[in-house]
Structures are given as structure tokens and as C-alpha cells.
């Protein structure tokens, strides 16, 4: 198991840049899958994107391709979610999560029921 602690969150203006950070508490960060979610009011939680336990491919949804990239340390435990272009559909709560897929090189899941720790999400908000 693995805790992890979001922060970055806040409000800002569309076409701004905030940056996302996720800090690991544990001993094998380096060895987890770890994904970006969101959750807007009234709506489900849904998919940003992810990266490998290496760091050395990532995926996103259609809505934030070219406008946000995920990056890790594993060195530091952290992950951070470095947003661009912000809307105001991006506001939404986000949740970064932990999966382990030891041996699973290249593996990114893209479902919640595919990451099994989660952290307490920040909220980002867009104003327009």
C-alpha cells in the first residue's frame, strides 16, 4: 500500500497553467502505475491520464491531450499533472492514484477499478 497526498490545486483564470503534485508515502512508489482522475459536481469521476512505472509512456484522455502532461519522480515519490490551456470544464476535483502492475512494463490503466490507492484530491478551478 502507498498514501498519497495531492496538492497544486487553486483557482485560476482560463488559458493559465497550474501544476498538480502528488507525494508518495511508502516504500515502492517506482514500482506503481499512477493515473490522474477528476470529478466535476454532478458528474462521474473520469480518466486524465497516466504513466508507466519508468515514466517513459504516457496517456491521456482526448479532452486534455496537448494541454497537460504527466511526469514523475521516483526518486522523490512524487507524481505531478502539469496543466496548460486550462478551461473551465477542467474545474473538477483531482485525484491521483497508485497502481501496482509489477512486471506489466508498459501497462497504464484507464478505469478506477484499475488503481487501488487513492489520495484526498485538490480542487482546481477555472474561472472564465
Known amino acids: 500500500q502507498v498514501q498519497l497526498i495531492e496538492s497544486g490545486g487553486g483557482l485560476v483564470q482560463a488559458g493559465g497553467s497550474l501544476r498538480l503534485s502528488c507525494a508518495a508515502l511508502g516504500r515502492t512508489f517506482s514500482s506503481y502505475v499512477m493515473g490522474w482522475f477528476r470529478q466535476a459536481p454532478g458528474k462521474e469521476r473520469e480518466f486524465v491520464g497516466g504513466i508507466n512505472w519508468s515514466g517513459d509512456k504516457t496517456y491521456y484522455a482526448d479532452s486534455v491531450k496537448g494541454r497537460f502532461t504527466i511526469s514523475r519522480d521516483n526518486a522523490k515519490k512524487t507524481l505531478y499533472l502539469q496543466m496548460n490551456s486550462l478551461k473551465p470544464e477542467d474545474t473538477a476535483v483531482y485525484y491521483c492514484?497508485?497502481?501496482?502492475?509489477?512486471?506489466?512494463?508498459?501497462?497504464?490503466?484507464?478505469?478506477?477499478?484499475?488503481?487501488?490507492?487513492w489520495g484526498q484530491g485538490t480542487q482546481v478551478t477555472v474561472s472564465s
Open positions: 492514484a497508485a497502481g501496482d502492475y509489477s512486471g506489466r512494463y508498459y501497462y497504464i490503466g484507464v478505469r478506477g477499478d484499475e488503481y487501488d490507492n
